[in-house]
């Protein structure tokens, strides 16, 4: 699977279907509701779960490609950033003590 093409494969469907590709804040409305639905339906106990989380992907590579960002690239940026953090324990909480 080639992560930068599903990311424009979704911009072009917005396109396609005449979706909004110019109100990021939109989009990130759109997002939040979508997340707001994932949880729903795991709260539920839904068999939709897992379309949910697809669509709270989907509209988050959207939003990559609307700003130009490769999000697999920032994805695979992150992890690596967050193996090398340090973390302690603290009131049964764990706080990140380095970068």
């Keep these: 699977m080639n992560f ?18 110019t109100d990021v804040n939109m989009e990130f409305c759109l997002a939040y509701g979508e997340l707001g639905e994932a949880y729903m339906a795991w709260l539920k106990k839904k068999e939709d779960l897992g379309e949910e989380l697809a669509d709270v992907a989907i509209y988050l590579m959207g939003i990559a490609e609307i700003l130009g960002l490769d999000l697999g690239e920032e994805i695979e940026h992150k992890i690596k950033k967050n193996a090398k953090r340090i973390y302690k324990k603290v009131n049964g909480v764990y706080i990140k003590t380095e970068h």
Aim: proline share 0%; net charge positive.
């Design 4 to 21: 930068k093409q599903l990311q424009k494969d979704v911009y072009l469907n917005k396109v396609n279907h005449g979706f909004n590709v």
